[in-house]
């Protein structure tokens, strides 16, 4: 069973900066390939980006030049940095396999203030 933990969320003004991370843990030797979602309130959960060890990150066209996933060196923790936010980011993130496989974590909440 592998266990997804996000971190890193909170308030910031518009135009701010936030790093999430996504810790996995259990049966997981190291990521592989990792994307972000995001749910705003009202909405469905949509793919935000995808890191793919040894391939190019893909992001959904919304969040391009704005958001960054990479991978830390231990291989089990996935980062989603997130510049110039806009109040539209406000949403709870979380992480998962592009497949969905793993369980849901609880996500982050990254709230952004007009």
């Known amino acids: 069973q592998v266990q997804l933990v996000e971190s890193g969320g909170g308030l910031v003004q518009a135009g701010g900066s936030l790093r999430l991370s996504c810790a996995a843990s259990?049966?997981?030797?190291?990521?592989?390939?990792m994307a972000w979602y995001r749910q705003a309130p009202g909405k469905q959960r949509e793919l935000v980006a995808i890191?793919?060890?040894?391939?190019?990150?893909t992001y959904a066209d919304s969040v391009k030049g704005q958001f960054t996933i990479s991978r830390d060196n231990s291989r089990t923790t996935v980062y989603l940095q997130m510049n110039s936010l806009e109040p539209e980011d406000t949403a709870v993130y979380y992480c998962?396999?592009?497949?969905?496989?793993?369980?849901w974590g609880q996500g982050t909440q990254v709230t952004v203030s007009s």
């Open positions: 259990g049966s997981i030797v190291s990521i592989n390939s």
């Open positions: 998962n396999a592009p497949q969905r496989w793993y369980p």
């Open positions: 890191f793919t060890s040894g391939g190019r990150p």
